[in-house]
């Protein structure tokens, strides 16, 4: 029999996405799955982060129409005391602690209280901006490296199949194509669990970015809305 027969011979390659993936070196498929999960994982965070911010608006914007309502400074902490606020309904039971606890305890010590109301709410801005970032690390690190992942496998793939091309000393399109496919695969999965990630990490870190500024504009004028009410405390004082 010769090659030409022998070819006609050979069962044709499967070259489906799941055939591609069967067909694979084991290392191979190691990256294509690793990529799958990460993918399924960077999909999973987008979800729920853009869900939460969502949330987050809605709770901050229902906050901020209370706040500028007219009502009073006492009603609102008790009413916003016994959940658990975010945002600026956070800055805003944060700051009324520290105030309470100036006002209500033994020393009264007001004299520094206007800095340590604004070191409490620096930290809680902290907080309430490591709370939105949290785990938007994963897609920064899927989006920059996934595409070298998938390059890996392709490398590890094309390798292969030069390899298995030696071995059967036959260097026909019929026998090459089929482990090229193969490991172009990996690099397709790369792209795709990475461009998600990069796209979606921008815009939810524009998000927090937005949020920040938005508190810390809340912050600044609570904390002169304290300090203007400590002010006229201590002139009564004196």
């Not at 700051?95 to 604004?118: H, N, P, T, V, Y």
Request: aromatic share 10%; charged share 20%; net charge neutral.
């Amino acid at each position: 029999m010769n090659p030409a027969d022998a070819m006609q011979a050979m069962p044709a390659p499967d070259m489906t996405l799941l055939g591609l993936f069967l067909q694979a070196h084991f290392v191979v498929k190691v990256v294509m799955l690793g990529l799958i999960g990460a993918s399924i994982w960077c999909w999973s965070i987008i979800v729920d982060k853009t869900l939460l911010f969502r949330r987050t608006k809605a709770e901050m914007d229902a906050f901020e129409e209370a706040f500028w309502s007219g009502r009073s400074l006492e009603e609102l902490y008790r009413s916003f005391n016994d959940r658990q606020p975010v945002g600026q309904g956070a800055l805003f039971v944060a700051a009324m602690r520290e105030w309470k606890r100036s006002f209500e305890g033994s020393g009264r010590q007001i004299q520094s209280l206007s800095q340590r109301i604004d070191k409490v709410l620096d930290v809680t801005i902290q907080r309430e901006v490591e709370r939105l970032e949290s785990r938007l690390l994963f897609l920064a690190s899927i989006g920059s490296a996934g595409p070298y992942i998938g390059l890996f496998g392709t490398v590890w793939g094309i390798m292969t199949a030069f390899t298995s091309i030696a071995a059967s000393k036959n260097t026909s399109l019929a026998v090459v194509a089929p482990g090229i496919a193969e490991a172009l695969f990996a690099t397709a999965i790369g792209l795709f669990a990475a461009i998600p990630a990069v796209l979606a990490y921008n815009k939810l870190q524009s998000t927090v970015a937005k949020n920040q500024s938005r508190l810390e504009g809340f912050a600044d004028e609570f904390s002169a809305i304290l300090s203007r009410q400590i002010d006229e405390r201590l002139s009564l004082v004196a």
